[in-house]
Nanobody, 122 residues
Framework: QVQLVESGGGLVQAGGSLRLSCAAS????????MGWYRQAPGKQREPVAT???????NYVDSVKGRFTISRDNAKKAVYLQMNSLKPEDTAIYYC????????????????WGQGTQVTVSS
């Protein structure tokens, strides 16, 4: 089993910054993609930013230039630095990881964190 534990959410005023962290633990041989998704009230969960094991980053258009994703492979961790926050960024943010549990595992398995609330006031 794999656990993803997130931290760093909270309440911030518009224009402020937050940094989300997520650490993976458990039976892990390797982690391919990691990332962050978010779900606002009444909306579907959407991808915010993803990063491959090689460091290739991808962002949803609405956060480009404001958010930066990074990872520490040795710590099995992924981070999301969020600057210039807007009220429309308010959502529950979920960490995601595509994990290969053992060296001989033919598949990767998707795991999710429990979510951390980010609230941006105007």
């Amino acid at each position: 089993q794999v656990q993803l534990v997130e931290s760093g959410g909270g309440l911030v005023q518009a224009g402020g910054s937050l940094r989300l962290s997520c650490a993976a633990s458990g039976i892990i041989f390797s982690i391919n993609a990691m990332g962050w998704y978010r779900q606002a009230p009444g909306k579907q969960r959407e991808p915010v930013a993803t990063i491959t094991s090689g460091g290739r980053e991808n962002y949803v258009d609405s956060v480009k230039g404001r958010f930066t994703i990074s990872r520490d492979n040795a710590k099995k961790a992924v981070y999301l630095q969020m600057n210039s926050l807007k009220p429309e960024d308010t959502a529950i943010y979920y960490c995601y990881a595509a994990v290969r549990p053992r060296s001989n595992s033919p598949y990767e398995y998707d795991y999710w964190g429990q979510g951390t609330q980010v609230t941006v006031s105007s």
